[in-house]
């Protein structure tokens, strides 16, 4: 026990010190800053700038039900108004399958297009970065995934967002997911930061009040992870804070009125905001295991991290006191002069509070006891070598956090003894 004890501390110095020196590198990479339009009708004033810009044809990346409500028509139409020549591709689902994207990839080339516009939630934005870096470099998506994997620069990008959750309208990471081997995949390039961003809530009042409280939390998993890891800087903890106030006063807003489009303006910033944090500080545990649910299982990204998020900053609190103290002042939690300990607790309470507020489940249910070992050795691999987190977790470690949400079975009923006969 105590060789491995002491095995444990050395390899956890030894990450430590490989992510510090990975943020250093971080904090110089000329991250770019898209151009942002908010408010209702920006979808339409993104397109008009767009048609400005001269391009031949472009390709709106979108999924069936975005196209099938017609909220991409007051885009389209401005597109039209302009001159500007356009091809939907809207077979992007869920999680972006590979095939799905490279189906994406050979209609760019075939149309001959020269810029993309990415409409709906953070599925379609990661499909439509992947297709643009995939089709610029003739590389397949497999060999795309990691940092830099491209030499060349893809086509100019666009962003609409109509979920406010993963901020991916700012973000230099696209996820998608390979169904055979049940993982998810990460590329990360600075280049497929969109050059411009639409934020318009209106497109946002017809969400669904789950997928509201998912995303929502989403977003708030980007900004505390952010805020808690060692790449955070003076920029990153004003974006994540802020993020994070906002996300605690207008969520439940949001959720409980999908037409207040004040509160669905703020948390379309918010989850900005989050992913401007998160793009350069990064993430941590909670996004590395709800990959691996998402790969295994196909969870909804949103909801794996909500589900998530308080066990394992339960797990981290001993060593993010100070921090979570933090967040709970600019939460609206507590005074200042509250110790540490007791708004960190706040804290953590709260998050099971609004996870319960919003309809969050307690546990996954398509957790599989058999399959918890395999998904914490995944997690902490994703972990340990991409996110600069607070401190390690052992295998064992992860296994106890992943299997604190499994699904409590019922206990079996004994079988009603037969009626006496008369």
Not at 17 to 39: D, E, F, H, Q, Y
Not at 297 to 325: C, D, E, Q, W
């Amino acid at each position: 026990m105590a060789a491995n004890t002491l095995a444990d501390a050395a390899r956890s110095v030894g990450l430590s010190t490989l992510m510090r020196a990975a943020g250093l590198v971080t904090r110089r990479l000329p991250i770019p800053v898209p151009a942002m339009m908010v408010g209702p009708g920006a979808s339409a004033r993104l397109a008009q700038a767009v048609n400005d810009f001269g391009h031949r044809k472009v390709m709106l990346v979108t999924d069936a039900t975005v196209s099938a409500l017609g909220l991409t028509l007051p885009m389209t139409r401005a597109l039209t108004a302009g001159g500007t020549q356009f091809v939907v591709f809207d077979d992007i689902s869920p999680d972006a399958p590979i095939a799905q994207i490279e189906k994406g990839v050979e209609v760019f080339k075939a149309e001959g297009c020269d810029a993309i516009i990415a409409f709906g939630g953070g599925s379609v934005m990661d499909a439509a970065k992947v297709i643009g870096l995939s089709a610029a470099n003739n590389k397949p998506v497999r060999r795309l995934v990691g940092y830099f994997r491209g030499l060349r620069a893809p086509a100019p990008i666009y962003a609409v967002p109509t979920t406010a959750g993963t901020g991916s309208e700012v973000t230099v990471a696209a996820v998608v997911s390979d169904p055979v081997a049940r993982r998810k995949l990460v590329i990360a390039d600075t280049r497929i930061v969109p050059r411009m961003a639409a934020l318009d809530a209106s497109l946002m009042t017809g969400l669904p009040a789950d997928i509201t409280a998912a995303t929502g939390m989403d977003a708030l998993t980007h900004a505390v992870e952010a805020f808690i890891g060692h790449w955070g800087n003076a920029f990153t903890d004003r974006m994540a804070l802020a993020s994070v106030g906002m996300i605690y006063q207008n969520l439940p807003l949001a959720h409980a009125n999908g037409q207040d489009l004040v509160a669905r303006e703020k948390m379309a910033l918010a989850a900005n905001y989050a992913g401007q944090a998160f793009t350069r500080a990064n993430v941590g545990y909670v996004h590395a295991i709800a990959h691996q649910l998402g790969g295994f299982y196909h969870t909804p990204h949103g909801l794996a991290n909500a589900i998530m998020l308080p066990r394992v900053l339960r797990f981290l609190s001993p060593v993010i006191t100070g921090k979570l103290a933090a967040l709970a002042l600019r939460a609206a939690l507590g005074r200042d002069d509250e110790s540490e300990d007791e708004l960190a607790q706040k804290f953590l309470d709260s998050i099971d509070a609004l996870n319960a507020r919003l309809g969050i489940p307690r546990h996954l249910s398509a957790l599989r006891a058999k399959d918890i070992p395999a998904l914490a050795r995944a997690a902490c691999r994703e972990a340990e070598f991409n996110y600069p987190v607070p401190a390690y977790m052992s295998q064992q470690d992860c296994e106890g956090v992943i299997r604190s949400v499994l699904a409590k079975k019922a206990p079996a009923r004994k079988a009603a003894r037969p009626a006496a006969g008369r």
